[in-house]
């Protein structure tokens, strides 16, 4: 199995787009998350289902407004361009900001049920110790969530070197500054070129396939049974 250099090319921009979107997700997410979880607020279901809404929505519809808003007449195209920033469609930071809109209940819900499962007891002990909530998220909160910071973590980078169309309606297929995996499998089935594209897909698979045996590995109770 011998992947060409185009092939390679995209492998390297996807996971770094994985990596990328994965890092701001762990600092974007963590607060939405923590808040979702401890809020009796009225508004924690609208936000909830605005945060899964990618869940559910066909991602070319997602794109689709995603564009029109970086575009020269959205709210971010008109915000970038008074700032002096190149239009976002068609760039790898244009690809990023979609990313991080269409994984991000894949961060904030593992992190969600990881903090609502800790309950109020550890949180309420260590504010007997007078200890600040800032400083019980962080020696109470965060330790004993740790299992849920690394499935939201795992599953967010899959996610997000799995991701076809709204990575193609935000950033098209330019070698080497947006064209991910599959867009060049797509690309080779597009050619005929079968024999490039299963070796492609094969990688996917076989690395999809290794994230998944992580998370079951690793989830709580596993050992157990």
């Known amino acids: 199995m011998i992947l060409?250099?185009?092939d390679l090319q995209a492998v390297i921009l996807t996971l770094e787009l994985a990596l990328v979107v994965t890092a701001i997700l762990f600092v974007a997410g963590t607060p939405i998350a923590w808040w979702l979880a401890r809020?009796?607020?009225r508004w924690k279901g609208p936000i909830g289902a605005v945060v899964a809404l990618p869940l559910v929505l066909?991602?070319?519809v997602l794109?689709?407004?995603l564009l029109l808003a970086m575009g020269p007449n959205g709210p971010v195209g008109r915000l970038t361009k008074g700032l002096g920033v190149d239009p976002l469609p068609f760039?790898?930071?244009g690809l990023v900001?979609?990313?991080?809109?269409?994984s991000l209940p894949f961060m904030v819900q593992p992190l969600q049920n990881a903090f609502e499962a800790i309950g109020d007891r550890p949180l309420e002990a260590a504010a007997t110790l007078r200890a600040s909530p800032l400083n019980a998220f962080f020696t109470v909160a965060l330790p004993l969530a740790l299992p849920g910071f690394l499935t939201a973590g795992v599953l967010t980078f899959a996610h997000t070197v799995g991701e076809f169309g709204v990575v193609l309606m935000i950033g098209g297929n330019i070698p080497g500054i947006t064209r991910v995996a599959s867009v060049q499998i797509y690309d080779h089935v597009e050619a005929l070129e079968y024999g490039e594209a299963h070796s492609l897909a094969a990688v996917m698979l076989i690395f999809s396939f290794m994230v998944l045996l992580t998370v079951y590995a690793w989830r709580p109770g596993a050992k157990k049974a």
């Open 4 to 6: 060409s250099t185009g």
């Open 58 to 60: 066909p991602p070319s």
């Open 39 to 41: 809020t009796k607020s």
């Open 63 to 65: 794109g689709f407004y």
């Open 91 to 93: 760039t790898f930071e």
């Open 97 to 102: 900001l979609a990313s991080v809109f269409y």
